[in-house]
């Protein structure tokens, strides 16, 4: 074997000894986490919220329909309008009507199995905190440093708002503050595993020759892309719980933009745990 061979063999080595540490720690947190019963029912709870939402709001758009489509053929039937062709009008209606009634009915019934599962569920799980990831920062001149700066920020930040989400009037689900403060946890996980990541290959460029640090430095530089989208995502989640407790004494506000946002980072979250092992 020449001496690239040993040096690839001995970088290998680096890169595996600074990185299992920190990332088989955070699996092991993660799948304690899965595997915690709290957490587990504080999941199908949200599960079952999610379900509950999109059944509602499938049967409203279906009566919604329905009713038009009745009111439509009723007044083409009665001759109140000058509809031309009333009669085909009114039997291209109805059938439209009975299509959107039947959705409508089936929606319903979906509704009805979603509540009574949560009936049986029982009570809606409290508000619990997911153990985080420890928050050492990386050491300066480190690239990873200034987006994990900028992460502990948001985590405090995110909790606060969450807090005071939780104790105040607005009417926000529980279920949705458990489901964005879990996901927030695993979304900071996700990045700092990234980080670590970071800084392993960091330390292996340091001592790989000169001909392999180029392909390091590239890795790295996509490694922090990565970070810096899932702190988008991640602020994009804050900015939503802001808004919510800004318009806390507004009749109306929009709780699709917590969840539109939650799930957005879930997202990110996930894209990180599969990309981590293919980085450099």
Known sequence: MGPRGRDLIQLTQ?????VNGPVAQQIRDRIARRDDPDVRRAREWARLERRAAWASRWMTLWALITVICTVIVVV???????????????????????????????????LRVVRRAQRDFGEAPKSRAVPAASAVLPPRGSVAREPMVRLADAEETLGELLTQ?????????????????????EAAAALRSVAARVQA???????????????????????????????????????????????????GPDRDALTDATDHLAGLAAALRDLAPHNP
Do not use: N, W
């Not at 009333?86 to 019934?109: D, E, I, K």
């Not at 922090?224 to 899932?230: T, V």
């Open 14 to 18: 680096l890169v595996s000894r600074h």
């Open 76 to 110: 083409a039937l009665t001759g109140v309008s000058d509809f031309k062709q009333p009669v085909t009008l009114a039997l291209g209606c109805g059938a439209v009507g009975l299509v959107s009634g039947t959705f409508a009915f089936r929606s319903g019934q979906r």
């Open 165 to 185: 989400l939780s104790t105040g009037k607005v009417a926000v689900p529980v279920e949705s503050i458990e489901h964005a403060r879990a996901t927030g946890a």
């Open 201 to 251: 290959v960091e330390r292996a460029r340091e001592a790989a020759p000169a001909s392999e640090r180029a392909v390091l430095s590239d890795g790295i530089r996509d490694m922090r892309r990565q970070l810096d989208e899932g702190l988008d995502g991640y602020g994009t989640l804050v900015a939503a719980v802001g808004r919510l407790v800004v318009d806390s004494p507004k009749a």
